[in-house]
């Protein structure tokens, strides 16, 4: 019901852009339902950065770290040569 109001923090589409260019693969793990994770992406306009997507619906429990750790099995990235970009509440 809040997803309409929600708004990405200032340059998060950036960000995976210049991820991207770099030749990275972009893996965006979400904690929460699939639906919100692809509003946020359709959000965002950032799909043709995206590597793969992970949510909740993809993993048992999605915190601390399994959805995280679905992301780069997913793409067989190992966990040291990763970065995770993470905004946290206000």
Same mark, same amino acid.
């Given at each position: 019901?809040?997803?309409?109001?929600?708004?990405?923090?200032?340059?998060?589409?950036?960000?995976?852009?210049?991820?991207?260019?770099?030749? !990275?693969?972009?893996? !965006?793990?979400?904690?929460?339902?699939?639906?919100?994770?692809?509003?946020?992406?359709?959000?965002?306009? +950032?799909?043709?950065? !995206?590597?793969?997507?992970?949510? +909740?619906?993809?993993?048992?429990?999605?915190? *601390?770290? *399994?959805?995280? !750790?679905?992301?780069?099995?997913?793409?067989?990235?190992?966990?040291?040569?990763?970065?995770?970009?993470?905004?946290?509440?206000?």
């Amino acid at each position: 019901m809040y997803l309409d109001n929600v708004r990405a923090f200032d340059h998060a589409k950036d960000i995976v852009q210049r991820a991207h260019a770099d030749g !990275l693969k972009v893996v !965006l793990a979400f904690s929460a339902k699939r639906d919100e994770l692809d509003h946020y992406v359709e959000m965002l306009d +950032i799909v043709r950065y !995206l590597t793969a997507t992970t949510s +909740i619906d993809d993993v048992d429990a999605s915190k *601390p770290a *399994p959805v995280i !750790l679905a992301g780069l099995g997913e793409e067989r990235v190992a966990a040291d040569a990763a970065v995770v970009v993470r905004r946290y509440g206000l």
